[in-house]
């Protein structure tokens, strides 16, 4: 009964490969998130969507691109991969905008 | 803008002893406050917010918060902490009129010692 899900869990990858990672919810929500968490553990917003539409995209490089193809699901897909991109991502879902988002697992990304 | 900041990264409490982890905000206007928690290896859970109401807010795991406006503050208290609280905590804020973006704090390690 998982309520927010990503795969895969751990990603290791190249410099300049493309990657995507999946974020599903069961919660019926309607407002997708992805955070990006450092190795400092800072946690800062990259995108969210409501009901398949943008609403925010902070100052992300253009490599990053998420694709909402239902309310359920918002994957990140990652062009051109470069070092200063390992992190953990987490994808969250809220009911509606500016209710409380709930987190998935989490992505470890290792960019070698 | 929305900041907020916990000033300790790390809180060591015995087991049984009160616990308290602290995070002070600043909004423009009426501040929407949370705390997570992410424990190694996990997402984050989420504790308690305050919205409007009673200052004093009551989450999980027999968590509670403060809302103090004067202070700026929202620190995060358990009257009695135990080994498994033992975490990453995260404050974050949203001012109440902004969009749907949630600030997070540099997060503060608790370690509980038995």
């Known amino acids: 009964d998982t309520a927010v899900s990503q795969t895969p869990k751990y990603l290791v990858t190249q410099m300049g490969n493309d990657k995507s990672i999946k974020c599903e919810q069961n919660?019926?929500?309607?407002?997708m998130y992805w955070y990006k968490q450092d190795s400092k553990k800072f946690l800062k917003i990259m995108f969210s969507?409501?009901?398949?539409?943008?609403?925010i995209n902070e100052t992300v490089p253009n490599r990053f691109s998420p694709k909402s193809p239902d309310k359920a699901h918002l994957n990140l897909h990652i062009n051109s991969l470069e070092l200063g991109d390992s992190a953990v991502y987490f994808c969250?879902?809220?009911?509606?905008?500016?209710?409380?988002?709930?987190f998935g697992p989490g992505t470890r990304l290792l960019v070698l | 803008a929305q900041s907020v900041a916990q000033p300790e990264d790390q809180v060591n409490v015995a087991e049984g002893n009160p616990l308290t982890v602290k995070c002070t905000y600043s909004?423009?206007?009426?501040?929407?406050l949370f705390w997570y928690v992410q424990y190694p290896n996990r997402g984050l859970q989420f504790l308690l917010k305050?919205?409007?109401?009673?200052?004093l807010v009551k989450g999980s795991y027999g968590f509670e918060a403060e809302f103090n406006k004067s202070q700026t503050s929202f620190h995060l208290k358990k009257p009695s902490a135990l080994v498994s609280d033992s975490a990453l905590y995260f404050c974050?804020?949203?001012?109440?009129?902004?969009?749907?973006?949630?600030?997070f704090g540099t997060g503060t390690r608790l370690q509980v010692f038995p």
């Open positions: 969250a879902s809220s009911r509606v905008p500016r209710e409380t988002q709930y």
């Open positions: 919660l019926g929500h309607d407002t």
């Open positions: 969507y409501n009901n398949k539409e943008l609403i």
């Open positions: 909004v423009s206007g009426n501040p929407y």
């Open positions: 305050y919205i409007t109401g009673d200052n």
């Open positions: 974050a804020v949203r001012e109440e009129a902004s969009t749907d973006k949630l600030i």
